[in-house]
């Protein structure tokens, strides 16, 4: 019920390509879903966020898609740069006691290619 | 305006020897989540605080871990007779009370904890 999955494991695109990593997520009662992005040895950093009354979230080259019937997510990351490679982690909280306790799927390791 | 700052970046202890992480929170924030982070595995919720009070702490392991945030001064993770399986980069994130869509958490940028 609290888990969030996230797949591929990895992914290597070539310069200039869509990437694309998705998470599924089972709590209904999950309301807010950001994508963090995490470079070695760095703390993860908010990439985008979105919640579930909307389908569709773009910000720049990356683009959140919702589906809520599905119980899915995913982000896209269009015209991939070299300096997008990077682990990316896809996670959910619920609006219980106000929180940021978030539960993180695995997480994707993207290479981009130059 | 200084983003979150835990130290130490590392920290090497031996079998049996006490961790401690410590974490300062943004200017302003009063709310401090602390996660862990084994080798390639996703961030795991451990403990939420609020200054003087512990309000979650359902991930916490039920022996030899312990958190706290004082009234003042960092946040601490203690870790006692720590063994190879603690070994794990330890992240705080912090924000302030939740409105919805104003605010987020920012995370530090982490203790790797090595147990040799």
């Known amino acids: 019920q609290q888990q969030v999955k996230q797949s591929p494991q990895s992914l290597i695109v070539q310069k200039g390509g869509i990437s694309i990593i998705n998470c599924a997520y089972e709590?209904?009662?999950?309301?807010?879903f950001p994508w963090y992005q995490q470079f070695p040895g760095k703390g993860p950093a908010l990439l985008i966020a979105i919640r579930p009354d909307v389908s569709e979230k773009k910000e720049g080259r990356f683009t959140i898609s919702f589906n809520k019937s599905a119980k899915q997510f995913s982000l896209h990351i269009m015209d991939s740069q070299p300096g997008d490679s990077a682990t990316y982690f896809c996670a959910a909280s619920s609006p219980t006691s106000g929180t940021y306790k978030y539960i993180f799927g695995t997480g994707t390791r993207l290479k981009v290619l130059a | 305006n200084a983003g979150v700052m835990q130290n130490p970046r590392h920290l090497v202890r031996r079998r049996g020897q006490e961790a401690r992480l410590r974490c300062s929170p943004m200017?302003?924030?009063?709310?401090v989540y602390w996660y862990r982070q084994l080798p390639e595995e996703g961030l795991k919720f451990m403990v939420y605080?609020?200054?003087?009070?512990?309000?979650?702490e359902s991930g916490m392991p039920k022996e030899r871990f312990s958190a706290e945030f004082p009234k003042e001064g960092p946040s601490i993770l203690r870790i006692q007779q720590v063994v190879r399986g603690d070994s794990a980069a330890y992240f705080c994130?912090?924000?302030?009370?939740?409105?919805?869509?104003?605010?987020?958490?920012?995370f530090g940028q982490g203790t790797r904890l090595t147990v040799v």
């Open positions: 709590n209904t009662a999950f309301d807010y």
């Open positions: 994130a912090s924000s302030p009370p939740k409105i919805q869509g104003k605010t987020e958490a920012f």
């Open positions: 200017k302003g924030h009063s709310h």
């Open positions: 605080l609020q200054k003087e009070n512990i309000i979650d």
